[in-house]
Antibody, heavy 122, light 103 residues
Framework: QLQLQESGPGLMRPSETLSLTCAVS??????????WAWVRQPPGKGLEWIGN???????YYNPSLESRVTISVDTSRNQFSLKLSSVTAADTSVYYC??????????????WGQGAQVTVSS | EIVLTQSPVTLSVSPGERATFSCRAS??????LAWYQQRPGQAPRLLIH???TRAAGIPARFSGSGSGTAFTLTISSLQSEDFAVYYC?????FGGGSKLELK
């Protein structure tokens, strides 16, 4: 059974760089069939896609966040990571990692981590 | 950029009854819409992809239909565990969600 687990600091100061890691177990992240994704959810609000990465490191991001986002993959550790620079209170969210079925015509997210709460406050 | 609009925002239904949610896209998304369920304090769970294909382990009381720009998620006979928020999704866009609450 595929499992994903986010880890990272829960509290940050404005202007810092958020860094989260998603550890994948039960399947190899090197599978060429899937992408790996980050999605966030501000308190009491809906879901926002942040970006996707494949095993080779190919990435694409939400244009609204692209200037501040970097997603990377470490196949040797079977994990992938998110960095979001210059955070503000608006970046306070639960951050989820997920596996993405991602083809030229269809994308959906079939496995999710439990989520990591990140709060930005001075 | 595709925008997904869900309705109603909140739906109040009794257990055993049917619940129906709508998702409308600002332009055609073909047959590639997905639906998710999110219970309080939990991660989203994939229910349906490709408009009508149930994900592994999803009960048959969940069904999806539609094409182009208009889609529907139906829960045929509500169970207590179905009271949650439901999201539609295509590509990088998620709908705003519909909350199913106990009547």
């Amino acid at each position: 059974q595929l499992q994903l687990q986010e880890s990272g600091p829960g509290l940050m100061r404005p202007s810092e760089t958020l860094s989260l890691t998603c550890a994948v177990s039960g399947d190899s992240i090197s599978s060429s069939s899937y992408f790996w994704a980050w999605v966030r959810q501000p308190p009491g609000k809906g879901l926002e896609w942040i970006g996707n990465i494949d095993y080779s490191g190919f990435t694409y991001y939400n244009p609204s966040l692209e200037s501040r986002v970097t997603i990377s993959v470490d196949t040797s550790r079977n994990q992938f990571s998110l960095k979001l620079s210059s955070v503000t209170a608006a970046d306070t969210s639960v951050y989820y990692c997920a596996r993405s079925v991602d083809t030229p015509i269809e994308r959906y997210f079939d496995y999710w981590g439990q989520g990591a709460q990140v709060t930005v406050s001075s | 950029e595709i925008v997904l609009t869900q309705s109603p925002v909140t739906l109040s239904v009794s257990p055993g009854e049917r619940a129906t949610f709508s998702c409308r896209a600002s332009q055609s998304v073909g047959n590639f819409l997905a639906w998710y369920q999110q219970r309080p304090g939990q991660a989203p769970r994939l229910l349906i992809h490709g408009v009508s294909t149930r994900a592994a382990g999803i009960p048959a009381r969940f069904s999806g239909s539609g094409s182009g720009t208009a889609f529907t998620l139906t829960i045929s006979s509500l169970q207590s565990e179905d009271f949650a928020v439901y999201y539609c999704q295509f590509g990088s866009a998620f709908g705003g969600g519909s909350k199913l609450e106990l009547k």
